[in-house]
C-alpha cells in the first residue's frame, strides 16, 4: 500500500543479541574503532544505550544473556508498523498469522496454528507487562508504542509456562510532564483510510497523562462475494484508543494507570476455500477465484476487546517492589459458511467472549554489584469459551467454555564469576487447574504442576569496537 504521511520518519534501529551476548543488527554494522575515527561525522552516528526488560528488569541489551531483537519506536515508525501482526515483515523468524479474526504465532518455528478459547499462543504477547491470554485481543494499534522486544527461544522461568518459544514483549509510551504531540494520516491502494493521534503532557505536579488513537477503514475489498455481491477481504474499520495517567505519589513511589478499548469488523479469512480442493457437500471443485467468494451465507467477524491496569513501583529500604494489576474482557461474532458454496446447505453464527484477571508482585534490590536477582509471585484466571453456537439448519444451538486458574513463583539470580563472565540460574513452579463447562455444567478438572528452571553461562570477550548506523 502506498503510503502517505503526515509525519516526519526518523531513522530505524533494529538490534538482536545471541547468548553469547555478541548484538546482532540488522541495521547495523561492526566497524574497527581506527576506521571509525578517520570519519569525523561517524562519531555523531554511534549507538546509544539500548535498555530491555527482557530478564524482567532494565538493563543494557548488550549485558542480556538471551537472543533478543529489538524495534524502538523510530524503526516501528519508518518500516510502517501499525499492528501486532505487522511484527512478523520485519523481525528474522518471527511469523504471525489472522486465523480467521485470530491470533496464532510462531517463533524460530515453534508456534501453532491453533485458535479458540483457552488456547494460549507458545509465543507469548505481553503489553506493560500484561500477558494477553485472548487470541482475539491482541489485534491492537502501534501508534503510542516506545518499543517492541522479542525474546527469542523458551522463556518460561520470568514469563510463565506459555512462552515455550519466547514472547513478544510491547512497551508504550508513559507520560511526562514534557508536552508531546504527534499525528499521522495515510491513503492508499484499495481505498484505504488509517491514520494515528498522540497527545501527552503533564496536568499537575505529579501528575501526566496522555491519550493515543489508531484508526483504518477500508473502502474496497480485495475480492466480491459472486452470490452476494459484496465485499470480501475487508476491514470495515479497526479503531483502538488507550489512555494512560502517571502518577509521581513521592520520592519511592510511583504509579502508572492504563485502559484500553480496540473496535474491529472484517470479513476475510472465512469461508474461503483452497482451489483445487473438493467440497464435501456437492463433490464439485473449488474453482480458482482468488479473493472471491460463492458462499450464499454472511461471513464476517466483529470483535472488541478492552482492558485496565495499575502498576505501582515502590522501594522499601534497598529493595523494590512492583505490583502489576490488570483485567480484561473480549468478545468476537463470527459468521461463517462451511459448505463454502452458494447453495443454504450449512451456516454458522457464534459468540466468543472472553476475560482474564492477573496479580504479579516482583522484588528486586535497588543497587546491584556482583549478584544481582528478581523474585516474583503470578496469579491468574480465566474465563472464555462459545456462547451459543447456532447451526440453524440443524436446529443447533450449544453452549460450552473453559475456566483457568493458575498460580506461580518465580526467582532468577546472575552472579559475576570472573570479569565479563556470568552464571545465571532461576526456576519457576506453577500449578494450574482448569475446568471444563458443557452447558453451563462442569465436565471435568485437570490440574497441571511443573518446575522450569534455566541455567546460563555467558562471558563477553569481544575486543572493543564501536556500533554504528548505516
Not at 491470533?103 to 491453533?114: A, C, D, Q, V
Not at 504477547?125 to 523458551?154: C, E, M, N, R
Not at 470495515?236 to 469488523?265: C, F, I, M, Q, W
Not at 506461580?408 to 559475576?416: C, D, K, L, R, S
Amino acid at each position: 500500500m502506498r503510503h502517505v504521511s503526515g509525519k516526519l520518519r526518523r531513522a530505524a534501529l533494529f538490534n538482536s543479541v545471541g547468548t553469547s551476548g555478541v548484538l546482532i543488527a540488522l541495521s547495523l554494522c561492526l566497524e574497527p574503532a581506527a576506521a571509525q575515527q578517520a570519519d569525523s561525522s561517524s562519531e555523531a552516528r554511534r549507538l546509544g544505550e539500548v535498555v530491555v526488560t527482557a530478564q524482567r528488569k532494565s538493563e543494557s541489551l548488550q549485558d542480556v544473556p538471551v537472543a533478543v531483537t529489538v524495534l524502538s519506536e523510530a524503526a516501528l515508525e519508518k518500516t510502517n508498523i501499525s499492528s501486532i501482526t505487522d511484527l512478523g515483515t520485519v523481525v528474522p523468524s518471527l511469523t504471525i498469522t489472522n486465523t480467521n479474526g485470530k491470533l496464532s504465532t510462531s517463533l524460530r518455528g515453534i508456534g501453532s496454528t491453533g485458535v479458540g478459547p483457552g488456547f494460549e499462543n507458545p509465543v507469548a504477547i505481553y503489553v506493560d507487562g500484561v500477558f494477553l491470554a485472548a487470541s482475539i485481543a491482541p489485534f491492537l494499534g502501534l501508534s503510542d508504542v516506545a518499543q517492541v522486544d522479542v525474546l527469542k527461544g523458551p522463556q518460561g522461568t520470568l514469563f510463565g509456562r506459555n512462552a515455550t518459544g519466547g514472547l513478544v514483549q510491547v512497551t508504550t509510551r508513559t507520560p511526562t510532564q514534557e508536552a508531546a504531540l504527534s499525528a499521522s494520516v495515510g491513503y492508499g491502494n484499495y481505498d484505504t483510510i488509517e491514520g494515528s493521534l498522540y497527545l501527552a503532557g503533564g496536568l499537575a505536579p505529579g501528575v501526566a497523562a496522555s491519550i493515543s488513537a489508531f484508526g483504518l477503514e477500508q473502502g474496497e475489498g480485495y475480492g466480491k462475494n459472486r452470490t452476494t455481491g459484496q465485499d470480501t477481504y475487508k476491514v470495515d474499520h479497526n479503531t483502538s484508543v488507550r489512555a494512560k495517567l502517571a502518577l509521581d505519589l513521592g520520592p519511592s513511589t510511583k504509579a502508572v494507570l492504563s485502559a484500553d478499548y480496540t473496535d474491529e469488523s472484517r470479513n476475510d479469512l472465512v469461508g474461503i476455500a483452497l482451489p483445487g480442493t473438493i467440497s464435501p457437500f456437492t463433490g464439485a471443485v473449488v474453482p480458482d477465484i482468488g479473493y472471491d467468494q460463492i458462499s450464499n451465507a454472511a461471513t464476517y467477524k466483529d470483535s472488541w476487546a478492552a482492558g485496565t491496569s495499575l502498576t505501582i513501583d515502590q522501594d522499601i529500604g534497598d529493595l523494590t517492589v512492583k505490583s502489576i494489576t490488570a483485567y480484561r474482557e473480549s468478545e468476537a461474532s463470527l459468521g461463517i459458511d462451511p459448505d463454502l458454496t452458494p447453495i443454504p446447505i450449512l451456516s454458522s453464527t457464534y459468540q466468543q467472549p472472553e476475560d482474564q484477571f492477573s496479580q504479579e508482585f516482583q522484588v528486586q534490590p535497588l543497587q546491584t554489584g556482583k549478584l544481582s536477582w528478581v523474585a516474583g509471585v503470578y496469579y491468574f484466571l480465566y474465563h472464555g469459551g462459545y456462547d451459543a453456537i447456532r447451526i440453524p439448519e440443524f436446529g443447533v444451538t450449544t453452549v460450552n467454555y473453559q475456566r483457568a486458574e493458575s498460580v506461580a513463583g518465580y526467582a532468577q539470580a546472575t552472579y559475576e564469576i570472573f570479569p565479563d563472565t556470568n552464571a545465571t540460574l532461576g526456576g519457576r513452579y506453577t500449578t494450574e487447574t482448569r475446568t471444563e463447562y458443557d452447558g453451563g455444567v462442569p465436565e471435568r478438572d485437570l490440574t497441571f504442576d511443573e518446575f522450569t528452571y534455566r541455567v546460563s553461562l555467558d562471558h563477553r570477550g569481544l575486543p572493543p569496537r564501536k556500533w554504528s548506523i548505516i
